[in-house]
């Protein structure tokens, strides 16, 4: 059992390139997040999507776009990369549809944007 | 995240107790967590307390919410080497779907 698998490990961008941070789940759970990681700064969320077709905000949106394509994949878009998007990025899936949140995390995605 | 507070760090000796501590500022937080991130990993859920709870035991962990100075900490007893990791903290405001973190607090166990 995979979990939540996220991948690239490791990319290194250009400012303005763009690429997809693709991540799939194998739990059969209805809702994705992606976060993005910067030290002291915990976790911030970027968008999340509640169920296969639904995407929504988070705190952090602006320079990227998501993709809930089918329930088991949501892949993060970076159009145009900047500097400011080095991070390290998770992907997590929800068990359950009401009280706790309990996530499971990907292994992340470290993105330097030179 | 700028509503759930942590130290960044705390160092102890392995068999001693830790004690990581997090304050939050919205009362209308339902579930407050405990997740750890072990280096070069993702984050885990260690253990969550609902919040009309003031206390949750499991194994070397315990947990304690004093919601009127809202703030929750994690205690591990007999702390070993293999503890040491980033601690985070996080909440569940209402009936919401989504978490909001603490910075961290990075814990070094010294042999």
């Known amino acids: 059992n995979a979990g939540v698998t996220q991948t690239p490990k490791f990319q290194v961008l250009k400012t303005g390139q763009s690429m997809t941070l693709q991540c799939a789940q194998d739990m059969n759970h209805n809702s994705m997040y992606w976060y993005r990681q910067d030290p002291g700064m915990g976790l911030r969320l970027i968008y999340y999507?509640?169920?296969?077709?639904?995407?929504d905000k988070g705190e952090v949106p602006n320079g990227y776009n998501v993709s809930r394509l089918n329930k088991r994949e949501f892949s993060l878009r970076l159009e145009s990369a900047a500097p400011s998007q080095t991070s390290v990025y998770f992907c997590?899936?929800?068990?359950?549809?009401?009280?706790?949140?309990?996530?499971?995390f990907g292994a992340g995605s470290r993105l330097t944007v030179l | 995240g700028e509503d759930v507070e942590q130290s960044l760090f705390l160092s102890v000796r392995e068999g001693d107790s830790s004690v990581i501590n997090c304050t939050y500022t919205d009362s209308s937080s339902t579930y407050l967590y405990w997740y750890k991130q072990e280096p070069g990993a993702g984050l885990q859920l260690l253990t969550y307390?609902?919040?009309?709870?003031d206390m949750k035991q499991d194994q070397r962990l315990t947990v304690l919410l004093n919601k009127k100075d809202k703030h929750l900490s994690l205690r591990i007893a007999d702390t070993q080497t293999g503890d040491s990791a980033i601690y985070f903290c996080a909440e569940t405001i209402g009936a919401g779907n989504m978490l909001t973190f603490g910075g961290g607090t990075r814990l070094m166990v010294k042999p």
């Open positions: 307390i609902f919040s009309n709870m």
């Open positions: 999507s509640a169920s296969e077709g639904t995407t």
């Open positions: 997590a899936s929800r068990a359950g549809e009401s009280g706790a949140n309990v996530l499971t």
